[in-house]
């Protein structure tokens, strides 16, 4: 079965950092292209990050530019967000989503990990 | 920017009723690149429709996407009790790589 697992989310000050972790199974993980989806509270949702199978191309929304590092360890079948200098509004689910090869889109999803910027 | 606005913002419907859900784009979007998401509370969103017509794998024949350019829709020919729930339409922009969603529209139950 393919699946994405995400962990690493809580609570944090604002200022704080966190790391957050997706491990995928069932699928090869080094062949696709990966990325990190957001919703706040009773919001839609909102592109995070991309990252490509190799490491060589990484993408950020605007408003975690310069704040925000993905990355991946494809021998670990690991997907990572780096998350600095958070803000009260960062507040959010988390999601990675696997990338839907030549579709433009994403087909797998996982559950979500909840971050919380408060003091 | 190339802005989503989905119409209308929340539907209230009985099962075995149809229903047309709008997308509209601030701009020319590929075909190609809009697809239809559906979210349940507490689930993570399930892709429904990409290249704005084709239904993804598992998905039920009674949805069915459509459109292009500015304007796509989505259509749930014959409401299930399991259909109730919020969609989000997608796109992707190609310089550089990102994607956008609209707002949602939340179908709800009459």
């Known amino acids: 079965e393919v699946e994405l697992v995400e962990s690493g989310g809580g609570l944090v000050k604002p200022g704080g950092s966190l790391r957050l972790s997706c491990v995928g199974s069932g699928f090869s993980f080094n062949s696709y292209s990966m990325n990190w989806v957001r919703q706040a509270p009773g919001k839609g949702l909102e592109w995070v990050s991309s990252?490509?199978?190799?490491?060589?191309?990484?993408y950020y929304g605007d408003s975690v530019k310069g704040r925000f590092t993905i990355s991946r360890d494809n021998a670990k079948n690991s997907l990572y967000l780096q998350m600095n200098s958070l803000r009260a509004e960062d507040t959010a689910m988390y999601y990675c989503?696997?990338?839907?090869?030549?579709?433009?889109?994403?087909?797998?999803w996982g559950q979500g990990t909840m971050v919380t910027v408060s003091s | 920017e190339i802005m989503l606005t989905q119409s209308p913002g929340t539907l209230s419907l009985s099962p075995g009723e149809g229903v047309t859900l709008s997308c509209r784009a601030s701009q020319s979007v590929s075909s190609s690149f809009l697809s239809w998401s559906q979210q349940k509370p507490g689930q993570a969103p399930r892709l429904l429709i990409y290249g704005a017509s084709i239904r993804a794998a598992g998905i039920p024949d009674r949805f069915s996407g459509s459109g292009s350019g500015t304007d796509f829709t989505l259509t749930i020919s014959r409401l299930e009790p399991e259909d109730f729930a919020v969609y989000y339409c997608q796109q992707y922009v190609t310089s550089p790589p990102s994607w956008t969603f609209g707002q949602g529209t939340k179908v709800e139950i009459k």
């Open positions: 989503a696997r990338h839907y090869d030549e579709k433009y889109t994403f087909n797998v």
């Open positions: 990252i490509s199978w190799s490491s060589v191309d990484f």
